[in-house]
């Protein structure tokens, strides 16, 4: 099958405002003559098209300039544009090896973030789901719209989601003083609060993230040095430590005050014919989401964002070091996720240019050929040998295996019994799935597992509905219902809460877990073991924090201008869970028993 390449995401056309032609009321005369009549209704309608076409080229004039603003709002930070110097040496190059994130650490911690500002039951679902396959208590962030920026208003708190997860991160590290129980090797995971369950336990999902950085790292390797042969390059391949959540739609792009520069993205390394004839062809709709339906992910979504403390900390201050350069100068931006993709872009920018670098190196110098590198990629270059950093080990969920959004993929899905082929060859031919059926078996990292969750051991989940993708052929961590095709999204969220496989038993397994710290006779279960990447290694093994057994989730309050120290503050589930004024009671529509109140 012919293989085509990803195009690139069209930019938001401007748009012109609408003008009503001025009133021209100057009286006429009724003895005037009809060709006078007409002359001078001519002369009027010229005047006003003249006064039309000047109001439109100053608004696009406005528009034009107003995206020129915007997309180089960072240039003050950044070096100018002199000429770079026309050779690197073997230091210099060294020099701009950004610090790697080795993972010593052995005993991890699973951490689990949650911007969240306001109670509501859909909240509720996404905690609950959680408790109930044993991922630890959540840490709420932003609770009371703390890194809101005020003058932002809407804008504000799409920011507010990036930084204060920097907070919480941050506060944790600072507090660590050699304590066992926080490392910069902790794995956090970021997800949106109001539209994301879990399905499958944190053993999946965290050797989903392992696998998703070995893969990434050999695809990293493989490109970097393809030509070269016992000269060693002195800078070694970038190696990722965090995933975030893939999208088939580039958006938002440069309207939003930062630039992703997703022309330099590479493309996606799954299958060239995955959606079959007519893959990456962007179709024509009304509906952008059915526009971008055969299209394979490669842009950011930032409903997950899962990596390791030390990691993300360093990612997280690059994004605030441009959130607060565009405070200073008064503007604003729009999109968490367009900042933290204008980090990605800065990234394969700078990973471009190292490459380009490695093609001239001849083992002692290598050439920066200045006049074949365009200009943004040039401004990298400058800023990163003046000393600015820009990888960050950031990588993209592009198998769908983790929670990917379900927005532009409405069909591609749905809820299965995998042991029932029937089904699933039916499910697959409905979504449109070309050739042979994808989806073949539970997934693997349930039989693999050597961590047994006592409560989750008697679950036969090839038996069990399981929302799985037909396309990718494979069964998410989690489902993200961002989809909104014609109001898919609140009614997702409204009517398939029941098809959940745990919904039948959802109050004894959240009944156990909030309990079982209590009993004496209960030890910590490990959460997953990865085996070592090397030969002789350690197995690395994660576990809850040791405040989890608290049993509740926790709202983190940072420290105060008056020199309040950072807190966290337990919430109780009446808090999180019912919404003020909301007549039915959170427990009757998260259970749907009429067994009444959480008896914990």
Known sequence: MAWQSLPRPSASRPRTGDYDELPYSQPQSSKEPKPVRRSRGCHRLLRSLKVTLSLITLALFIWSAYLSFFTNHFSHILPSQGKLPEILTYSELQSLTPPQHEGNSTSRRLRLFLPADSPHINLCKTIMSAIALGYPMPMLLNWNREYNRPSWHFAGSHIAKLESLLGGIEALLDDADGSDDVSEDDLVIMMDAYDIWFQLPPSVLIQRYHQLNREADERLAANWRPHLQDMQFPIPPPRQNIVVSTAKDCFPDSNSGSNPHYEHWPESPMPKDLYGRGTDQVAWSFDSARKYRKVRPRCVNTGMIMGTMGALRDALRRCKEKVDAVAVGGRQLWSDQALLAEVMGEQEMWRAWVKHLESSWDGGVSKTKDSSLKRDMRKIAHAAIEGR?????????????????????????????????????????????????????????????????????????????????????????????????????????????????????????????????????????????????????????????????????????????????????????????????????????????DNGPLDV
């Open 389 to 593: 950093r820009f990888e960050f080990g950031i990588g993209l969920d592009y198998n769908f295996t983790t929670m990917p959004p379900t927005c532009s993929a409405e069909e591609d899905g749905a809820f299965v019994r995998i042991n029932d082929k029937a089904a699933v060859a039916a499910e697959s031919s409905k979504a449109g799935v070309p050739g042979d059926v994808r989806l073949l078996g539970i997934p693997h990292e349930l039989e693999t597992s050597t961590d047994q969750d006592p409560l989750l051991s008697n679950i036969e989940w090839g038996d069990v509905p399981l929302y799985s993708d037909f396309f990718f052929g494979n069964t998410p961590v989690a489902i993200h219902h961002n989809a909104y095709v014609g109001g898919l999204k609140p009614w997702r969220l409204k009517n398939w809460w029941d098809k959940m496989w745990y919904y039948p038993q959802l109050r004894d397994l959240v009944t156990e877990r909030l309990q079982e710290e209590e009993r004496d006779d209960t030890k910590p279960v490990s959460l997953a073991t990865i085996p070592p990447e090397k030969a002789g290694g350690e197995d690395v093994v994660y576990w809850a924090p040791r405040e989890d057994k608290s049993r509740t989730a926790r709202v983190f309050e940072p420290a105060t201008e008056d020199g309040k120290k950072h807190k966290l503050t337990p919430i109780t589930w009446d808090g999180v869970c019912q919404k003020k004024h909301e007549s039915k009671r959170w427990y009757d529509e998260l259970f749907g028993d």
